[in-house]
């Protein structure tokens, strides 16, 4: 079975201030991790994947095996950051197939 | 291109009422997907579709069917609406295992009230 862990419902920083979003992970195989973003009446979208090991708008996330971990960073939070954000796994279903499953997101709010 | 459209966007019914929402896609996608919404809960999987005329069960399925008779189509359907089923339903999308980088491209979703 596969799990996701987002610790924090919601998570208050002020503009300027360092974010690090925590993603813990419960999977038997070689893990795909992912981040998704929903900003207020957009739909969800990807902001980044590990295996890309980029920067998008200036997050970034490290996948630390070791600690089951895929925490989502930026060093200085800007008030457009201001979303829903959801740490997601893709595991092997069965039968070929693959299935995304997803934490329970933090939201993040970022204050002026 | 559209992406994936959901209708309706709105619908408030009545217990025990039936309904049926229509994901479409146009970027060729194999895999189709719906996910439901609760405040606290995340995005959970109702079912899911590999390939046109296949379908599967997802981690919250009861209570609603689909069907993928064509690929661009996938229809969720709730044959007696529950209170429990109010929620915001997604749909989406993605290319098949050996061209997935592994996004899901989504809907803008439906939100659904069962009074």
């Known amino acids: 079975a596969q799990r996701v862990t987002q610790p924090e419902k919601l998570l208050s920083v002020f503009k300027g201030a360092p974010v690090e979003l925590k993603c813990n992970y419960s999977?038997?195989?070689?893990?795909?991790l992912f981040w998704y973003v929903q900003y207020s009446r957009q739909r969800l979208q990807l902001l980044l994947r590990?295996?890309s090991r980029e920067s998008i708008k200036g997050f970034t996330a490290d996948l630390n095996k070791g600690e089951t971990s895929f925490h989502l960073k930026k060093p200085f939070a800007q008030e457009e950051d201001s979303a829903m954000y959801y740490c997601?796994?893709?595991?092997?279903?069965?039968?070929?197939?693959?299935?995304?499953?997803f934490g329970k997101g933090t939201k993040l709010s970022v204050i002026p | 291109n559209a992406g994936v459209t959901q209708t309706p966007k709105f619908r408030v019914l009545k217990t025990g009422q039936s309904m049926t929402l229509l994901c479409a896609q146009d970027?060729?996608?194999?895999?189709m997907y719906w996910y439901r919404q609760d405040p606290g809960m995340g995005l959970r999987l109702i079912h899911y579709s590999v390939g046109e005329g296949t379908t599967a069960k997802g981690e919250v399925p009861d209570g609603y069917n689909v069907s993928r008779l064509k690929k661009q189509n996938f229809l969720l359907g709730l044959e007696s609406a529950a209170p429990s089923q109010t929620s915001v339903y997604f749909c989406?999308?993605?290319?098949?295992?050996?061209?997935?980088?592994?996004?899901?491209?989504f809907g803008e979703g439906s939100r659904l009230t069962v009074l």
């Open positions: 989406a999308s993605s290319y098949s295992r050996r061209q997935n980088t592994g996004e899901l491209f």
């Open positions: 590990h295996i």
């Open positions: 999977y038997s195989g070689s893990p795909e």
């Open positions: 970027m060729n996608h194999e895999y």
């Open positions: 997601a796994l893709r595991g092997y279903s069965g039968a070929g197939s693959y299935q995304l499953t």
